[in-house]
Antibody, heavy 119, light 109 residues
Framework: EVQLVESGGGLVQPGGSLRLSCAAS????????MSWVRQAPGKGLEWVSV???????YYADSVKGRFTISRDNSKNTLFFQMNSLRADDTAVYYC?????????????WGQGTLVTVSS | SYVLTQPPSVSVAPGQTAKITCGGN??????VHWYQQKPGQAPVLVVY???DRPSGIPERFSGSNSGNTATLTISRVEAGDEADYYC????????????FGTGAKVTVL
């Protein structure tokens, strides 16, 4: 059974850093395209980053240069290093696996971890 | 950047049909996916590649896509279908970005 479990969220001051983790089971992270998607309180879904199976990464303009996506193949875990955090980064962060089809959909999601940026 | 527009809300009586639209420039040329999100829960994929359903999703959920509008149709609506629904595409023209619609709240009367 495919499972994704995020951790690492919490309260952080503006300008601070946080590292999110997403532990996967039931499949191999390094063989799939994996993304982080966030949702600000009461708002819609916003894609923020992807790492392809070949290691190529892409970021939304809103986080480019501040956040870094990576993975540890030995731990089958996805990471998201978030630096220079701002109030508008406050959101629930979900990790999501891209499906095997052609259309680039997200077929499995974690339960999310809340990041609150506030002084 | 590519924009997907959804109505903020859709109201439907139990047993009736709900149609949720997703508007985008020439969206008919893209693969559209739909997610259901209930309060406090993660999104769930209900339709992918315009009209395919993942295993476990009822046949009541169907999709179509043509021209500038994609549509998610929920037939024989049940109280448990009340949720937010988001459309999504992959936009190869914008640095490999994934785009979500603005979201539509479906209320079962």
């Amino acid at each position: 059974e495919v499972q994704l479990v995020e951790s690492g969220g919490g309260l952080v001051q503006p300008g601070g850093s946080l590292r999110l983790s997403c532990a996967a089971s039931g499949f191999t992270v390094s063989s799939n395209y994996m993304s982080w998607v966030r949702q600000a309180p009461g708002k819609g879904l916003e894609w923020v980053s992807v790492i392809y199976s070949d290691g190529t990464t892409y970021y939304a303009d809103s986080v480019k240069g501040r956040f870094t996506i990576s993975r540890d193949n030995s731990k089958n875990t996805l990471f998201f290093q978030m630096n220079s955090l701002r109030a508008d980064d406050t959101a629930v962060y979900y990790c999501a696996r891209e499906g095997q089809g052609y259309g680039r959909e997200f077929d499995y999601w974690g339960q999310g971890t809340l990041v609150t940026v506030s002084s | 950047s590519y924009v997907l527009t959804q109505p903020p809300s859709v109201s439907v009586a139990p047993g009736q049909t709900a149609k949720i639209t997703c508007g985008g420039n020439n969206i008919g040329s893209k693969n559209v996916h739909w997610y259901q999100q209930k309060p406090g829960q993660a999104p769930v994929l209900v339709v992918y590649d315009d009209s395919d359903r993942p295993s476990g999703i009822p046949e009541r959920f169907s999709g179509s896509n043509s021209g500038n509008t994609a549509t998610l149709t929920i037939s024989r609506v049940e109280a448990g279908d009340e949720a937010d629904y988001y459309c999504q595409v992959w936009d190869s023209s914008s640095d490999h970005h994934y785009v979500f619609g603005t979201g539509a709240k479906v209320t079962v009367l």
